[in-house]
């Protein structure tokens, strides 16, 4: 016999949404979820990790913002892979710096820019859950 745990796990992803602009979390919020994944919101670095520590077995991808204040999303990811390495990241800036792209490359997450084609997006969370 199956919980409702395990049928949640097999049925819906999970999301772990960090922005620190509400409205852009908002409306990220609404698209995810009209891709048919849950989502849990944070609004910082330090608020996710928290999140992430208490729903760290039920979380399927993360997505976090970079330039956050209290903690950015960078730091965010390092602390992430220590508790989980094979975790699916997306990491989202406004920003195209060459350092930052290493850094997010460092820390096996994949870097998405603003304006977010929502496309995009959804191929490629697909790919990262399902086909991971």
Partial sequence: M?????????????????????????????????F?????EAA???QALTLFEQ?????????TDICMPQMDGSELIGR???HNPLLPIIAITGF?????????ERLNAVLIYKPIDIDS????????????
């Fill in 2 to 34: 199956m919980t409702i745990g395990q049928i949640r796990s097999e049925q819906v992803k999970r999301v772990l949404l960090v922005d620190d602009d509400h409205s852009i979390r908002e409306l990220l919020l609404q698209i995810i979820e009209s």
């Fill in 36 to 40: 048919g994944y849950d989502v849990i």
């Fill in 44 to 46: 910082n670095g330090k």
């Fill in 55 to 63: 729903n760290h077995h039920s979380i399927d991808l993360l997505m």
């Fill in 80 to 82: 992430v892979r220590h």
């Fill in 96 to 104: 195209a710096d060459a350092g930052l792209l290493k850094e997010v």
């Fill in 121 to 132: 997006l959804h191929c490629s969370m697909n790919a990262m859950v399902f086909d991971a």
